[in-house]
């Protein structure tokens, strides 16, 4: 905690149009002299940037003085912690990657900003992606404070942006949360294509297959409602579903592949059979 950029808006009653001065004062809530903002204007034409070290766990008062022509006034004190404001860059070397073989998940990893490595602040992240021809964006909420997540559900064969951003916290002193960070720059990854070959099936088989399906989409369903976001539970689950699935449509497609090929194999014996039966018996 170097620094500290405030900001502040005009009074609109009474606003006049005679050039005004502000001047942003700030001082230890119990103890110390007023102390004077020096550099504005760097967030914005009413914003001043304290660059000095400041004391943690030690409230500020903080005030804007505004005078012109027609007199000077004072706006209203705030008091507030440091660790209550605290906000940092966006997280870094962000990767995106496929998960194996499986063609609806991505695995995210990432690192901390730096301003996060002191043992004074942990964070919580939060994940937004979206696919490469929309603009609309879905957020992962619940990512805690791990800088790796898995994005499962996701279309096959299709590209998405991915973008995290993180929110600081004391673990001393004040426990609210800060700022939320700017969304680091977007990284792209695709899924792979599905391998599902479609064709004829047994119709029984469909229908069998049809209510397997269902089933499992009820129960994982459940999974996903009752262990949330980025759980280990989930993932275990979901991957071991994930791949038993895709085998059985490989084994499925396997076997249909070898049913087809033995019917035809038949048909061609009993095509030579028939022709047989009815040649004369001196060609024979």
């Excluded at 007199?71 to 870094?92: E, F, K, R």
């Excluded at 404070?145 to 942006?161: D, E, H, I, M």
């Amino acid at each position: 905690m170097k620094d500290l950029t405030c900001k502040w808006v005009p009074g609109s009653e009474g606003e006049t149009y005679l050039h005004t001065n502000y001047t942003l004062k700030y001082k230890l809530r119990w103890y110390g002299k007023d102390n004077t903002c020096l550099e504005y204007h760097t967030m914005g034409p009413y914003s001043c940037h304290i660059p000095k070290d400041l004391a943690l766990f030690t409230p500020y008062e903080i005030w804007v003085e505004a005078s012109n022509r027609l007199g000077s006034t004072t706006s209203d004190i705030i008091t507030l912690d440091v660790l209550d404001v605290v906000t940092t860059d966006p997280p870094s070397d962000v990767h995106v990657s496929r998960v194996g073989d499986l063609e609806d998940q991505l695995s995210v990893r990432w690192s901390s900003p730096p301003a996060l490595k002191d043992f004074l602040f942990q964070a919580k992240y939060q994940i937004r992606y979206r696919v490469e021809d929309s603009t609309e964006w879905k957020v992962v909420d619940d990512v805690g404070n791990q800088t790796s997540c898995r994005l499962a559900g996701l279309k096959p064969g299709t590209v998405y942006f991915v973008q995290i951003r993180c929110n600081p916290f004391g673990i001393y002193g004040s426990k609210k949360a800060g700022i939320w960070s700017d969304w680091s720059n977007p990284t792209a990854a695709s899924t792979p294509r599905s391998e599902r070959i479609t064709g004829v099936c047994d119709p029984k088989s469909g229908e069998q297959n049809s209510t397997l399906r269902r089933e499992l989409k009820q129960f994982f369903g459940w999974v996903k409602k009752h262990a949330y976001g980025c759980s280990n539970l989930s993932i275990k689950l979901y991957d071991q579903w994930r791949v038993w699935l895709q085998k059985s449509h490989k084994t499925r497609n396997q076997v249909a592949g070898q049913e087809k090929a033995k019917e035809a194999n038949l048909r061609t014996l009993l095509m030579v059979a028939a022709k047989l039966e009815h040649r004369p018996e001196e060609e024979l």
